[in-house]
C-alpha cells in the first residue's frame, strides 16, 4: 500500500532547506577532546548530510539555503556541486556571518558529543524572499529539518517553503533535528515545531523529540500512537518515531504501525546515523517500496555511516546499501 | 443565517489577548504635536479597546496579556478591573520592561498620527506557558491582534492561544492591526499574519492589512474576493475587508457578499474607528443578528468613538448606540 | 583667590554636551502617578537644564547632543533656539530612535520620583565624529553629564570632547548625574565615571555618587577629604559634595574647605534642584566670585526651581535670583 | 641608559591580560584554505603568545583572563600551566561563551589569513571586577593588547587593571593588535586606544595601528617622530613604531631613536612574528640591555616562530634565541 503519493513530471526528485555547517571530526578518537590535536574538515548539517545521501543514492536533488562569504563557506558550495547537488537557491550572505561549525568529540562509540559553534551563522540567515516557489514546485519532496526553524529569519523562510509546497503539492518531509543551542526557550521550540509538522506529509524523530514537541500537551505516558495520531489529524500520513536501539516504528494514518529489522555495525561513533537513516528510508519509500523494506534500507545506510569517520562523505550509493544488506545476512558483519 | 455558531454554557463570552498600552491625548489639537504642551492618559492598544468596548456592551469579558510593574501597568489594571473585565490572566513583567506609549497627534480631523514608544515593551513579552488554556477553554470567543504577533515571545503566546482555542472550539476573531514599528520585515509579517490567519473563524483588516498578507502571492488586482476566498479553505467563516469611507464588505464562505450602510459623525479625530467598529460587530454576530445589522451597530459605535476625545474611555454601551442609531435616524446628526 | 582661570576671548561662555530629553510632568500632584490623568511638557534632562539655566543668567551657551527625528525632537530644538541656546551641533537622528521620557510622580514635596523611558533614546546615540572641535576650541566652560557616560556610541562622543576640551584650553566641570537606568553595572559605571574625572576641573557630585565612582577603591569612612583629594592629583581644581539638606562643601586643591548658607524655600518638588545648583554655581565661578558666593548663588537658584511645577522653564535669570536672595535677606520668603 | 625602571621583590616578572583563543592552523599549506582538508589546533591569542614567550624565555609569568567552559577552554588552561604560567586569574566563564577560534590560511609565505570566530567569545566577557589586584601589585611588568578593549565588559576590565598597575607602580607595555573584527567603528577604536595609551609606558604598534588611533588628529604626514612625541607628554618611556620588512624604529621620552639590524629567516608564514618579537624585545629591556640589543633580541625571536608551523608551540627559550642569532652571525642562515 503507498501511504504517500509524489507528484510526477519534476525536475529534482528531492529538494532539502535548511542548515549548512562544516563539521570538524577528532582524527585521534576514543579520548576527551582537550586531546585531540587535529581535526579533519567536512560538509555537515543534517539536511545537508540528507541531500547528499539523496544524491549518492541517485536522485536528482536540490538545496535551498545560505552559506558564508568565506573559505568554509565555499568549500561547502563546490563540495554540493561536486556531488551533483543543483545549488542554484544556496545564497550567499553579506552581513559578515560565519559558518556554523561542530567539533565531534568521541571518546567511546557511544559517549559521542559535539562542540557547536551557532552564534551569528550564515545559515540561520535565509530570509522567505530567497525561497524560490519555482523550484519548489519542481521538487517531488521537500525535506526540511528542526534546525532551521530555531531563529529569523531562517525560520519564516521554511514556514514559506511549507507554503510554496503546499501550495504546489508537493511531499514534505520533516526531520525534527531538535537542537537546544540555538533556541531561546523549550516553549518557542514547541509552538513552532508543531506549527510546522501540521503541514507535513512525513513526520521523523526520536521520543525525546516528539515529547519536546508535546510539552503544552497530555500525553504523560508518552506514548507514541498517541503522538502520532495527533499528525494525522492534520497533514501527516507517516509518523517514524525512533527510540535508538530498541529501533523505529512507522506508524501511518491508516492505524496500522510498521517495524523493521536492523543490521549490526562495527560504531566508530554515533553522528550520522540519523541522516543516513533518513536518506535511506525516504529513498525507499521514494520508490514505492513497504515502510518495512525502506526502513532496513534506511537502517543498513545508517550502520554503514557509524562505522566511518565522517557523516556526510561516508553516504553511501545503492551499489553500497545493497552491499552491505548481503553481507549481513551472509553474516559477514557482527555488531563491535 | 448562522455564519458562526458559538460555544454555549461558557464563564466569559468574549476573551482578549495582546497589547496593552497608554494613549497619552493632546489635549490641544487641531495643531501639530510640536505645540500641544499637555496630554491625558488613557488606557490604549487595540485589543484593549475591544475588550472595553464588549464589556461596555454586556459582554462578559476577559483579558490575557502582561503588564509593566510601574504605574502606567498599574493603571492599565485597574482601568480594566473597574470596567468589569477579568484580569486574573493579565500577568506583571519582572524585567524591567515598560508600558508601550502612544502619543497622538490631531492636526484636524482627517490628519491624525500617532507617535509610538514600542521599545522594551511589557505587552511583548507574555509568554506562551503564562496563556490560560483553562481561560480560553471557558470563552465563547477569542480575539487576537496582528500586534502581538511582532516580536517574541507574544507572538508564540497568540500561536499557544490559537491551539487551546482550536482544542476546545472557542470561535476565534483576528483583528488584523498592522502597525509596522515592531516588524524587522514585510516578509516577517507575512509569513506569520498568514500562519495566524488559518487558524481563524473571522477575520476583520483594512484593504492594506490583506494586501500586506498577499506579498508573497498574486492578487494582482487586490480583489477582495480573491483574498477573502484563500481563507474560506482554512478555517475561515467571515471576513472583512475595511475600505474606509466607502465601507466595508463581509464576505462569507458560502459565497455571498454583504454591505451595510453607514452613519454620520461630527467627527475629532480617527483614532478608535476601528476597534469600536470590531465591538460593535462581534457583539452583533453573537446576539445572532445579520452580518448587516451587526455591521451597522459597530459602525453606530465606531461614530460615537471618533466624535470623542479618547478611545478606550469612549467606548459605547448598548444605550448609546442604540440612542446614536435613533438619533441619525431622525436626522438629529449630520456629518461634520 | 581664583581656583580656575578661564580661557577668553571665546564665541561661547558655556558649552554643555549629553542628554536631550522630554519631561511629563504630572499636572494633579500629590497623588501617585496611576491616579495623575493629566501631564506636561518641558524640555528635559540635566545638562540640557543647566544650558537653559546658564542662558538664562546671561551666558552665551551652545549645546552638543542628538534628537529624534519627530516632534519631541524638533519641540525641544525649538525650545532651546527660543532659549537663545546654538544649536548648530545639535544633530537629528536617523534611525528611528525615540527621545527619552521622564514622568514625574509627586507624592508630597519630599516623596518625588521618576518613571523614565531610555530605551532606543536619541540621545545616547551621539558619535564622537559628530561632536565639533571648532566648537569646543571657542568655549570658556564645557559641561558633561554622567547619564551621556551610559551607553555607546555617546560614551565615546563625551571622550572624544574631553580630548578636545583638553587640547584647547576648555575649562571642564563634570555634573556626576548618575542614573542607574542605563548603565548594566556598577562596575562599567565607576570604570567610566572615573577615566573622564581624572581629565575634568570641576567635579559636582553628590555623596552617594562619589561613593559609586569608589567602589574600587578604599574609602571605608567616605570621607569627603579622601574623596576630593584623589582628583586633585589629576585635573581637579574643585570639588563640589553635595549632602542634600545638610548643604554642599566645595573642597579645592589648595587644601581649603568652602561651605555657604542655604535659603528656605517653599518646596513643590525636589526635581531640578541640582541642576539649577549647577547653573547658578557655574555662573558665580565664571564671574570671579568667591566659592562660598558661587555657591549661595547656585543655591538661591535652586530654591527658585523647587518652587515651581517644571526644571527647565523655571531656570531663573540674575534678576530673579538676586531678588530672591534679598527677599530672604528681608524675611519674606521661609521654608514650607 | 635605562629608559623605563621596574619595581623589585615581585612574585611575578610579567602578566598579561586579554584574550585566550585557539588556533586551528592548515596542514596543508601553501593553497587556499577551501583546499585545506585538516587543521591542526593551538594556544591562541596575542597576549597570550607573548606570555607563553615570556615563560619559555624564563619569566615569572601570571595570565589574567577567560575561558569558556568547555573542551577547548579547558585545553588553554592546561598548556598555560604545562608552560609554568599561574593561571590563578583565569576565570570560567558561566554563560555558555564560546572559545575563539582563528583559522589560519597560508596560500604562501607572504599570503597569510585569518579567518577568525569572535562572536560570543569567553575572553571578551572577562570583568572589571575579576581582575586581581593583588596580582597586579606583585607584577613588574603588565602587557594589555588591543583586543581586549574591543567590547565590554573586558573592555573596562582592561581599563580597572590599567588603574590598579598605575597605583602599584607596576610597568605597562602596551602591543596594539589591532583587529577590525570585533570593533564597531573605527572612531570607537580610536577612543579607547587613546584613553588607553595615556596610561602606558611602553607602546608597541605597526604604522596602520597608530594612524587607527590618529584619525581625530592631525598627522597627515604620518611622521612617525609626532607620533611618538605626543605619548611622552603622557606616560609614555618608549614608543615602537614597526614598519614591516623595513624594520622597527624605537622612539624614546629623551628625543632619541633607536633601530637594530634585523635577521634573516626560512619564512614558512607571517603569523606570530608580532607576539615574539614583542616577548623577545621586552624580556631585553627587562634585563636592562640597551633597545638596540632588545630589538635584535626580538627580531631573532620572530625569525624562529615564522620558520616553524605554529605560534605559541614554536615561542623560543633563551637558548633557541641565542643559538639563532648565532648561526646568522655565522652566515648558516639565510632569507628564504
Given at each position: 500500500m503507498q501511504h504517500v503519493t509524489f507528484p510526477t513530471s519534476r525536475t529534482f526528485d528531492f529538494a532539502a532547506i535548511g542548515r549548512l555547517c562544516i563539521d570538524l571530526n577528532a582524527n585521534e578518537i576514543n579520548r576527551p577532546m582537550e586531546e585531540t590535536m587535529?581535526?579533519?574538515?567536512?560538509?555537515?548539517?543534517?539536511?545537508?548530510?540528507?541531500?547528499?545521501g539523496m544524491s549518492r543514492l541517485g536522485q536528482k536533488t536540490a538545496f535551498i539555503g545560505k552559506i558564508a562569504n568565506d573559505q568554509m563557506g565555499r568549500f561547502i558550495a563546490s563540495?554540493?556541486?561536486?556531488?551533483?547537488?543543483?545549488?542554484?537557491?544556496?545564497?550567499?550572505?553579506?552581513?559578515?556571518?560565519?559558518?556554523?561549525?561542530?567539533?565531534?568529540?568521541?571518546?567511546?562509540?557511544?559517549?559521542?558529543?559535539?562542540?557547536?559553534?551557532?552564534?551569528?551563522?550564515?545559515?540561520?540567515?535565509?530570509?522567505?524572499?530567497?525561497?524560490?516557489?519555482e523550484l519548489i514546485s519542481q521538487a517531488k519532496l521537500l525535506l526540511i529539518s528542526g534546525t532551521a526553524l530555531a531563529q529569523s529569519p531562517s525560520?519564516?523562510?521554511?514556514?514559506?517553503?511549507?507554503?510554496?509546497?503546499?501550495?504546489?503539492?508537493?511531499?514534505?518531509?520533516?526531520?525534527?533535528?531538535?537542537?537546544?543551542?540555538?533556541?531561546k526557550s523549550a516553549e518557542e521550540t514547541a509552538v513552532y515545531y508543531n506549527l510546522a509538522a501540521e503541514k507535513c506529509d512525513i513526520l521523523i524523530g526520536t521520543r525525546e523529540e516528539f515529547d519536546?514537541?508535546?510539552?503544552?500537551?497530555?500525553?504523560?505516558?508518552?506514548?507514541?500512537?498517541?503522538?502520532?495520531?495527533?499528525?494525522?489529524?492534520?497533514?501527516?500520513?507517516?509518523?517514524?518515531?525512533?527510540?535508538?536501539?530498541?529501533?523505529?516504528?512507522?506508524?501511518?494514518?491508516?492505524?496500522?504501525?510498521?517495524?523493521?529489522?536492523?543490521?549490526?555495525?562495527?560504531?566508530?561513533?554515533?553522528?550520522?546515523?540519523?541522516?543516513?537513516y533518513a536518506a535511506g528510508f525516504l529513498y525507499g519509500v521514494m520508490q514505492g517500496w513497504t515502510l518495512e523494506k525502506s526502513m532496513e534500507y534506511g537502517s543498513a545506510a545508517a550502520c554503514i555511516?557509524?562505522?566511518?569517520?565522517?557523516?556526510?562523505?561516508?553516504?553511501?550509493?545503492?551499489?553500497?546499501?545493497?552491499?552491505?544488506?548481503?553481507?549481513?545476512?551472509?553474516?559477514?558483519?557482527?555488531?563491535?
Open positions: 587535529t581535526f579533519t574538515k567536512y560538509v555537515g548539517g543534517s539536511p545537508a548530510n540528507i541531500a547528499i563540495y554540493l556541486q561536486r556531488e551533483g547537488i543543483d545549488t542554484s537557491s544556496v545564497t550567499v550572505d553579506d552581513t559578515g556571518a560565519v559558518t556554523g561549525l561542530a567539533f565531534t568529540e568521541i571518546k567511546s562509540p557511544s559517549e559521542c558529543s559535539i562542540l557547536m559553534y551557532r552564534d551569528n551563522v550564515a545559515d540561520l540567515l535565509l530570509k522567505p524572499e530567497e525561497v524560490s516557489e525560520r519564516e523562510a521554511v514556514f514559506q517553503a511549507l507554503e510554496y509546497a503546499k501550495k504546489h503539492g508537493t511531499v514534505i518531509a520533516f526531520d525534527l533535528d531538535y537542537r537546544p543551542y540555538t533556541w519536546q514537541m508535546e510539552m503544552f500537551e497530555s500525553n504523560p505516558e508518552h506514548d507514541d500512537r498517541v503522538t502520532a495520531t495527533k499528525w494525522f489529524s492534520y497533514s501527516a500520513k507517516i509518523a517514524i518515531i525512533k527510540h535508538g536501539k530498541e529501533g523505529s516504528i512507522a506508524y501511518t494514518k491508516d492505524g496500522s504501525e510498521h517495524r523493521a529489522k536492523s543490521y549490526p555495525a562495527k560504531v566508530i561513533k554515533t553522528f550520522g546515523a540519523g541522516d543516513s555511516v557509524i562505522s566511518s569517520h565522517s557523516c556526510s562523505d561516508a553516504m553511501p550509493t545503492t551499489e553500497q546499501v545493497e552491499d552491505y544488506i548481503k553481507r549481513c545476512e551472509r553474516g559477514e558483519i557482527t555488531a563491535s
